[in-house]
């Protein structure tokens, strides 16, 4: 079950040809499309002043206001769903919580909504820390602790998934005295 590396295919020939120049463009457009999208991506910070994990922290603040959370894990998490495409081979292993989850998620999504989710989360590279459940709404956070860096792969899951399942950023800073 797992984590595989995130292979990219690259067309060296068309890289190759090139020239510094336009590489460069290509690069300070990357930038500005990933800043531009960044910015769209709802934001929101919790400051507390105890130490602790940025996720712990995350799924009580989430927790206290109403929401069903669950971290981006396969045993007591939300990544517990491909048993039910890719990792049939662990089904005995998967905790009572796990099967409630995958039952509610059933519950939730379409057929096809909930085959898409499984298949999105097959890696967990790019799949955002929490899945938060209120009012049978379905949402993702990606946590961040005090001014860590937002990756790639949280904008890529925005552009990709955002219109159907919403995607914020809770910033966890922690305040020394």
Known sequence: MGRNKKEVKVDEEKLGKMSTFEK??????????????????????????????????????????????YRSRINNG???????FYWEEYKSKILETDRKLIQLLKGLLSPEEFEELANMVQEKNGTPDLLLIKNDKISFVEVKYNYETVKTSTVEFFLRYGHKWPISILRVVRKTR
């Not at 930038?31 to 995350?58: D, H, T």
């Not at 939300?78 to 048993?83: A, E, N, P, Q, S």
């Open 24 to 69: 460069l463009k290509l690069v300070d457009d990357y930038n500005e499309l990933f800043y531009y999208e960044l910015s769209r991506i709802p934001y929101s910070e919790v400051v507390v002043s105890e130490k602790g994990k940025a996720e712990s922290i995350a799924e009580e603040y989430y927790r206290n206001k109403g929401f069903q959370v």
């Open 78 to 84: 939300y990544r517990c769903i491909g048993v039910e």
